[in-house]
């Protein structure tokens, strides 16, 4: 369920869980969410993502190591908030992407600080390309799809949550 939470007082609903559970149920393709963190492109399957933050207020502390730069409070918890990509020319536009490493059970949520949400892009396995050198980017990437000029490249929620300390 992709629901915005409540972190300022003027937040909206940007994908309802119904329009959810349509994208899962209308094709055999994935979908995939695209963001942009640091001018690059990125998708993540929507399966993995349990809500956006809009407005982050985030609590920041001296003893957390990087990648993780603070916590956020979210559903009575608080979770890890990670960021990759450092400064931001305009950090009160920011938002979090709130995932979990399992759909069904919400086990291991934390956060992904992201510069802005571009759209719902559906692929197939066919429609991936191999990423030759994965770690020239931001976040590892092991496969881009193509889309229009630009290439989105695929994040894999396991490979983000491996680099917090549980």
């Known amino acids: ?4 939470v409540k972190a300022s007082k003027n937040t909206d609903k940007i994908v309802t869980s119904e329009q959810l559970f349509k994208l899962k149920k209308a094709s055999s393709q994935t979908a995939y969410l695209t963001f942009t963190l640091s001018n690059i492109q990125y998708g993540m399957n929507v399966h993995n993502i349990d809500g956006i933050i809009e407005h982050p207020a985030l609590i920041y502390s001296s003893h957390m190591s990087p990648p993780v730069v603070g916590l956020q409070h979210y559903n009575k918890n ?9 400064y931001r020319s305009n950090p009160a536009q920011s938002k979090i992407l709130v995932l979990s490493t399992s759909f069904f059970r919400n ?5 992904l600080l992201i510069d802005q949400i ?3 892009h559906h692929a197939t396995q066919k429609d991936f390309v191999k990423n030759n050198y994965p770690f020239n980017n931001l976040l590892p990437s092991y496969f ?3 889309n229009r000029l630009n290439r989105i490249h695929l994040l894999d ?3 983000l949550a491996n680099q917090l300390d549980w």
Not at 78 to 86: E, V
């Open 144 to 146: 881009y799809i193509n």
């Open 107 to 111: 086990d291991k949520i934390f956060g």
């Open 157 to 159: 929620v396991a490979d």
């Open 78 to 86: 608080y979770l890890p908030i990670m960021d990759f990509a450092g």
């Open 1 to 4: 369920m992709i629901d915005k």
């Open 118 to 120: 571009n759209e719902i």
